[in-house]
C-alpha cells in the first residue's frame, strides 16, 4: 500500500497493490482519488514466455471507474506468448529500414 505524503499532489491518494504468492508480480492495483473513493483499477496479464525462466506479463488493463472507459495494451497472447530476441543494430533501427519491415 502507498499513500501519497502530507503536503504533496498528485491524481492518487493511495494505491493498494497486489502481489501474486508466485511470482511477486504486482498483478493489480487500486487508485483512490482526494476523497478516499476508489477512482482507478489496473491490471497486468502475465502471459507465457517460454524462453525466459520467468514469468512476464505482455497485456495491460487500466479501468477508469468514474468515466467508465477503460485501455487495453500489449496484445501478444494471440501470437503464442513473448520472444525475446537479439536486440536491433543502430542499423536496423534506421527509417527504411523500420519501414521495410512493418506489416500492412
Not at 19 to 30: F, K
Not at 58 to 87: C, N, W
Amino acid at each position: 500500500e502507498a499513500t501519497l505524503r502530507e503536503g504533496k499532489r498528485h491524481v492518487y491518494s493511495k494505491r493498494t497493490f497486489y502481489l501474486d504468492e508466485d511470482s511477486w508480480a504486482a498483478l493489480a492495483s487500486d487508485q483512490y482519488d482526494a476523497r478516499g473513493q476508489l477512482y482507478r483499477a489496473g491490471f497486468a496479464y502475465m502471459a507465457p514466455s517460454y524462453d525466459l525462466p520467468a514469468p512476464y506479463t505482455d497485456m495491460f488493463g487500466h479501468y477508469d471507474l468514474v468515466a467508465g472507459i477503460y485501455s487495453l495494451t500489449g496484445f501478444s497472447a494471440e501470437t503464442g506468448g513473448m520472444r525475446q530476441t537479439k536486440p536491433l543494430t543502430d542499423r536496423e533501427w534506421s527509417p527504411d529500414s523500420l519501414a521495410g519491415a512493418g506489416i500492412r
